[in-house]
C-alpha cells in the first residue's frame, strides 16, 4: 500500500518556524517530483514547494507566497521530503499536503491533482 504520511504540523507564533516532514512507504518514488501543496480553509489549493527527482537530490521550485521564506529537500536513502518553513506568516496557516507525480513541474504550478498524496498536517500560525 503506498502512503505519503506528513508529520511535524503545529501551532507556531507569527517569526516563528517549523519543519514538516513527508515518508513514503509502499513503493519507490525514484523519477517521482514530491512537493507540497496548502489549504486554507476556504480557499483553493496552492502550490507550495516541490523537488523533482535525481540522484544527487533534485531542483527544487516555490511558490510566490513562500519563496525566500520555505526550503524544501528530500532524502532519497530514506524516502523522504521535508520543508523547513522560516518567518512564519498567520495567512501560512493552512493544512499541508505532501504528494507525488510524475508530471511536468508546470502540472504543479497550476495544483493539478497529483498521483499520490497524504492525509495532510494542520499548521497554524498565531498573529
Known amino acids: 500500500q503506498v502512503q505519503l504520511v506528513e508529520s511535524g504540523g503545529g501551532l507556531v507564533q507569527a517569526g516563528g518556524s517549523l519543519r514538516l516532514s513527508c515518508a513514503a512507504s509502499?513503493?519507490?518514488?525514484?523519477?517521482?517530483?514530491m512537493g507540497w501543496f496548502r489549504q486554507a480553509p476556504g480557499k483553493e489549493r496552492e502550490f507550495v514547494a516541490a523537488?523533482?527527482?535525481?540522484?544527487?537530490?533534485?531542483?527544487?521550485y516555490y511558490g510566490e507566497s513562500v519563496k525566500g521564506r520555505f526550503t524544501m529537500s528530500r532524502d532519497n536513502d530514506v524516502g523522504s521530503v521535508y520543508l523547513f518553513m522560516n518567518n512564519l506568516k498567520a495567512e501560512d496557516t493552512a493544512v499541508y499536503y505532501c504528494?507525488?507525480?510524475?508530471?511536468?513541474?508546470?502540472?504543479?504550478?497550476?495544483?493539478?491533482?497529483?498521483?499520490?498524496w497524504g492525509k495532510g498536517t494542520l499548521v497554524t500560525v498565531s498573529s
Open positions: 504528494a507525488a507525480d510524475r508530471a511536468s513541474i508546470t502540472a504543479w504550478y497550476a495544483s493539478r491533482v497529483m498521483d499520490y
Open positions: 509502499g513503493r519507490t518514488f525514484s523519477g517521482y517530483t
Open positions: 523537488i523533482t527527482w535525481n540522484w544527487s537530490g533534485g531542483v527544487t
